[in-house]
């Protein structure tokens, strides 16, 4: 991960940490895992990582396309990938 993309997600972190204890399980991945599976899968320049409906969502470009990501909180599995088009 480059820094830039590590100064993103610790800023992510922060702001997320105050209500995440109440509704992520015990299991789930962080944010660090979370962003390290994705690059493993060759996505780059990670924008965002966050906790919703019990999933993890991101924004991350693999190639030279922007995707939203939805990704399983236990195992990282991506659920739903789509090109994310402003």
Not at 28 to 42: D, F, P
Not at 73 to 86: P, R, Y
């Amino acid at each position: 991960m480059n820094i830039k993309s590590l100064i993103v997600v610790a800023g992510l972190a922060v702001p997320f940490a105050a209500n995440a204890a109440e509704t992520l399980p015990k299991d789930a991945m962080t944010i660090s895992e979370v962003a390290s599976k994705l690059e493993a899968q060759g996505y780059q320049n990670i924008t965002e990582i966050s906790w919703d409906d019990g999933v993890w969502e991101a924004e991350a470009v693999k190639g030279d396309m922007e995707y939203e990501i939805k990704l399983s909180a236990t195992d990282g599995k991506i659920l739903h990938e789509k090109e994310d088009k402003w």
